[in-house]
Each structure stands twice: as C-alpha cells, then as structure tokens.
C-alpha cells in the first residue's frame, strides 16, 4: 500500500482508521499453500480471533480457508460470513460444557483440552467425532535450544496423559478424528516445531480413527526490517516429507491441518493515526496521536513493535520521537523511534496492524473505536463503520433517581 492510498483513506475516514489490503491476505495465503504444495489434503484454517470482521472472513472463505474459532459468538460469525459449520474448528479453551455442545449441535469440528470436558462430553455424546488438544512440553528457550516441560501452560492436555486419553475413549465410546497441538508462541527454529510434531506424530498412532492432524500456528512474520521470520518453505519442505512417512506408517492419507492468524493478517494491516500534538520535554519530544490503548493495545500488553512512518513527510530529515496517545494512563506506542519530521495534523501510520489490534481495541475513555477499511481491487471499502454517541450508550440503562427507588 503506497502512501498516497494512505492519505486519501486517512482523508476519507477523518480519524482513527485500520486498513487492510487484501492482495496482502492473499499473497500470505499463497505462500502458505505453496510451501506445503506437496500435502494432498491441507487445510488452512484462519484463526479469525486475530481479525474477526465478517467482510475478512467472507474474503479468506473465497481464498478457499477453513476458520479457527476459540468461542461460540466467533463460530455464528463464521457462519454469517458464509462458511458451513464443517469447515469451522472450535478450539475452547476454559470453555463450559454447555457451551461445547451447542457449537457441537451447530455442526462445528470441536477440539477438546481437558481430561474433564472430554470425559463429560463423551459420555453425553459419544457419536460425535472430536480432536484432541495435546501439549508437547516444547517451547523454544532461546536459540536453537529445546527445553522441554513447558508444564505450567494452560493449555491442551499433557502428552503424558494421553493413557487417560485412551481409558476415556474406551469407557465412553466416543471417536478421536483428530490430534491437535498448537505451542502459542513464535516459532524462531524449525527444529523445535519439528520436535514437537515428533511428539504428535507418536500420540498420533495411538488413535486408530484419525482423519486430520493439525499442527496450530506460531508463524512468526517480521516487524520491521531485518526482522527473524518462521522460514515456512523451509519448514514445509521438511514437515512434508515427514508427514509423508507418517500417513505410510499410519496406513491412510490424512488431512494436515494449520491455523494461522497473524502470519495471514499482520502484515496485511495499517493503522492510521493523525498527530494532536507535538510535545517537547527535557528528555524527549512526544509526538501524540489520536488513540491510545483503546484502539492499539498490543505495545502496552506485550511489547509488541509496530513500525510508525509518518506519512505526510515522507522524504523529511528524520528525528527521534517517543509516540504516545491521548488516553489519560500511560500509553506509550514507540519509544525514542526515528520517523521523519513530524508536525501537528501528520498522519502516522502504524505497520503490522492486521492481527491482534482492532479486535482487541476498546471504549476505553469512552472514545469510539476505530472504522476498519479493506482495501480491495483499487477499492477502499468501509467493512465497519466508525461508531458514534448512539453505540457508546447503547446497552447502558439510566436509572431515574428523581423516582423513589427500591420501596
Ligand atoms: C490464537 C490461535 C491461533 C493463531 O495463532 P497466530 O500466532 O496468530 O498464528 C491458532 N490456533 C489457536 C488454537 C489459537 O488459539
């Protein structure tokens, strides 16, 4: 997206606005389809908790993707974008019973992560096939280092409980069609992701009924230039071959299935901020933009890094400049960053703003949150309007305290 699309949206929006390109989506899309070309049944299935609005999920059902869900209200929109209930996995997590078996009786593939709810599940409903989640105990500690006995997650059921796994299956009856693990963090080193898919490749050959395994994401993309990014041709390369041996070893074709968010949306997403001030203090200059945490959380959540150009003086003489917002906390987006000259009334763009950031942005000072554009086929296309006074207050209640309350 060049800069000039930029400032017309910026002047069409007039505030605070996410874009994404779909040519971006697509292309990332691609590449994850060509690295793994030689699968025979590979499922994408988008994590759609990174960008949840339903315009992007219509675009990635036409890109020919699955969704991956983590709740019921992801599954209806999901639904409402066009995808059939078979092509969505719901992957709870903490979730009640109650809620699994209405996604279940939606139709949804469930992946269960707790000895408890798949014990419960089983015994109600053994005639509906679900995937396990499993945790290896693999995480990346630092370089190229594998530490195993990751036990502290939250997540998935430990591999050494896949005995119970199995005495569950047995008393209940019911049908593991798939193994699923998905680590959560940055895949840095392929030999640790291939490390860990050595565990499930072996738990995988305990279940006899299997159509799918599905190895999760953690697809790391760069933030900015020189950035390390998960080397997927790399990875597919290998992981095919190895899947290869395994589906002869296992005696049937399966389906490999991943579910990436930020690898198919970060890239795809600026964020566009117009600067209210510029502020000098003894130990810096603060460039403040019109949002805050309420529309960007993830620097302040996790420190994560957003490259921040300033789109109305492209070619200016750069300075250093600490990018705060307007809310009243602390809501630092870049520290000291050179960005070229900035005045008041610039636009700031912010990069990597496709994943993780508007659907987690808020009301918080009771401020709108942003609109979201996509950019499609020298299209800008508004896929959510900016809100106004009316949303702010929508499901509030004024309780008339000139009436006698309560007697
Ligand atoms: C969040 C999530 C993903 C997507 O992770 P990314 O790092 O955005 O690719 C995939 N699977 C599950 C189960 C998730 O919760």
Known sequence: MNDSILQNIAQQEGGPTYIYDSAKIKQQFERLQNAFHGIKNLRINYACKALSNISVLSFMKSL????????????????????????IIYTPNGVCLDEIERVAKMGAQINIDSLSILEQFGTKHPEVPVCIRINPHVMAGGNSNISVGHIDSKFGISIHQIPHVLRIVEN??????????????????????????????????????????????????????????????????KLTERFHRFCTTYGSDLELAFEPGKFLVSEAGYFLTKVNAVKQTTSTVFAQVDSGFNHLLRPMLYGSHHEIRNISN?????????VVGYICETDTFGNNRKIAEI?????????????????????????????????????????????????????????????????
């Open 64 to 87: 020919g993707s699955g969704l991956d869900t983590v709740s019921i209200q992801e599954v209806k929109l999901g639904i409402k974008a066009g995808f059939e209930p078979k092509e």
């Open 172 to 237: 209940t009856n019911m049908t593991i069609n798939g193994v699923h693990m998905h680590t959560g963090s940055d895949i840095l080193d392929i030999e640790v992701f291939l490390y860990a898919a050595e565990i499930l490749f072996d738990a995988a050959l305990q279940f006899k009924d299997l159509e799918f395994l599905d190895f999760g994401s953690g697809f790391k993309v760069p933030y900015y230039e020189g950035d390390i990014e998960t080397n997927i041709e790399e990875l597919g390369e």
């Open 314 to 322: 492209p070619g200016g003489k750069e300075r250093f400049y600490t």
């Open 343 to 407: 005045t008041e009334e610039d636009i700031l763009v912010f990069k990597n703003a496709g994943a993780y950031c508007f659907t987690m942005a808020n009301n918080y000072n009771s401020r709108y949150r942003p609109s979201e554009v996509l950019w499609h086929n020298n299209n800008a296309l508004v896929i959510r309007k900016r809100e106004n006074f009316e949303d702010l207050i929508h499901n509030q209640v004024m309780v008339d305290f000139k009436e006698k309350i309560g007697s």
